[in-house]
């Protein structure tokens, strides 16, 4: 595709349960960046990786969040037992190493 | 702690006026400063980036400065449009391995007719 795709676009998760959420780079891009962006606010770092290693998760704000991108390329974000405080929006973003990045939409994720 | 602030937090003008947001910033070591526009349920979209070196970066009617100096940055937008309606986030790359970036927390502006 032309651009970062991310799926779902919306995604309500009960309290407790277990989310994924996916990233689809644009192609042959080396960085890929995940960020949470809770309302109102600017983007916060959690991850990042460089082909498939993940090489910063020190933005990661508790172990039961998880993020993978096993061949290099597409990437999913997994929460386990969802809570409240995790309603925010994910932000995957894509570049060549060291330039602009691109970004997706995001996924808007809601916890009840 | 690297930081970047951004005032004012939100800002309404009225459609053809001009107005300048401001960043300031904490991030040491300094690689790159990035203005992003931020529409209302996108993502961000870069609209400049600046360097050490640079102290000012057209794109239009968006022009933003850099001083390096006393670690601020503006971003003077001209002639403002309905569609200016958006978040502005300053955002700071850290020089290190791979393009460690700080974001600002954003200033929403809205465009009145």
């Known amino acids: 595709g032309a651009g970062v795709s991310q799926s779902p676009r919306y995604k309500v998760a009960k309290r407790g349960q277990d989310v994924a959420l996916r990233c689809d780079p644009i192609?042959?891009?080396?960085?890929l960046f995940w960020y949470q962006q809770a309302l109102g606010q600017g983007p916060e770092f959690l991850t990042y990786?460089?082909?498939?290693?993940?090489?910063?998760k020190s933005g990661l704000p508790s172990d039961r969040f998880f993020a993978e991108r096993p061949e290099g390329s597409v990437s999913t974000l997994k929460i386990q037992r969802t809570q409240q405080e995790d309603s925010a929006v994910y932000l995957c973003a894509s570049s060549f190493t060291n330039t602009e990045a691109f970004f997706g939409q995001g996924t808007r994720l809601t916890v009840v | 702690k690297n930081q970047v602030e951004q005032s004012p937090q939100s800002l309404i003008i009225l459609e053809g006026k001009n107005c300048t947001l401001q960043?300031?910033?904490?991030?040491?070591?300094?690689?790159?400063l990035r203005w992003y526009k931020q529409d209302t349920g996108r993502g961000p979209v870069s609209l400049t980036i600046m360097t050490f070196s640079e102290n000012t970066k057209s794109n239009g009617r968006y022009t933003a400065t850099l001083d390096a100096d006393t670690k601020q940055s503006s971003l003077h937008i001209t002639a403002s449009q309905l569609s200016d309606s958006a978040s502005y986030i300053c955002?700071?790359?850290?020089?290190?391995?791979?393009?460690?970036?700080?974001f600002g927390p954003g200033t929403s502006l809205s465009v009145i007719p």
């Open positions: 990786f460089q082909n498939e290693a993940q090489l910063d």
């Open positions: 192609s042959g891009h080396v960085s």
């Open positions: 955002v700071v790359s850290v020089k290190t391995s791979y393009d460690k970036v700080i």
């Open positions: 960043c300031n910033y904490t991030v040491s070591p300094f690689s790159n």
